[in-house]
């Protein structure tokens, strides 16, 4: 899906909702994101994100049945909202890194999202001291941050 289509998708769905836009941008990079402006973010955002999430499920769901499952990789992202939250996912991270390094010791996170734990997993892939797992189920699951060199950092 070419990125002006997928900017037309995005501007006529929440044109659809009878809310304004004043900017839709696609950059295509590591992910594919859809940056909205609008002075509507409240409505788009809804509380701790909830509207931004089925804004997301259903314009997937839209493109996915229209132009196939390939072309359904993209994120919406309004006003810079879901960047600063998963910036705030990963400073939390950091921090709870900082005392594995120091305690040895598993540091379970909260629940995320799965895409908040494939954020969390990105950045410790790398890491020579801190290793990631998922454990939990459904909305429950959550990453473990652990020592590598433990018998349990399995990452």
């Known amino acids: 899906m070419t990125p002006e289509l997928l900017q037309n998708t995005v501007s006529t769905l929440v044109g659809l909702l009878g809310l304004s ?3 839709v941008a696609v950059s295509s990079g590591h992910r594919t994101v859809v940056a909205v402006t609008s002075p509507d973010a409240e409505l788009l955002i809804g509380q701790d994100g909830e509207h931004l999430r089925a804004l997301n499920a259903v314009a997937r769901r839209l493109v996915e049945k229209k132009y196939g499952v ?4 993209f994120l919406i992202d309004v006003n810079g909202y879901h960047e ?3 910036e705030t996912v990963r400073a939390n991270a950091r921090l709870l890194a900082q005392r594995v390094r120091l305690f040895k010791h598993d540091v379970e ?3 995320l999202s799965s895409y ?3 954020v969390v997993h990105e950045l410790f892939a790398n890491d020579a001291e801190v290793g990631t797992r998922s454990e939990g189920e459904g909305k429950f699951r959550h990453i473990v ?6 018998d349990k950092a399995s990452l």
């Open 21 to 23: 836009v004043t900017n």
């Open 70 to 73: 390939e072309a359904a990789s």
């Open 84 to 86: 600063q939250q998963m």
């Open 109 to 111: 996170m909260p629940p």
């Open 116 to 118: 908040e734990r494939l």
């Open 145 to 150: 941050l652990a020592a590598r060199g433990t």
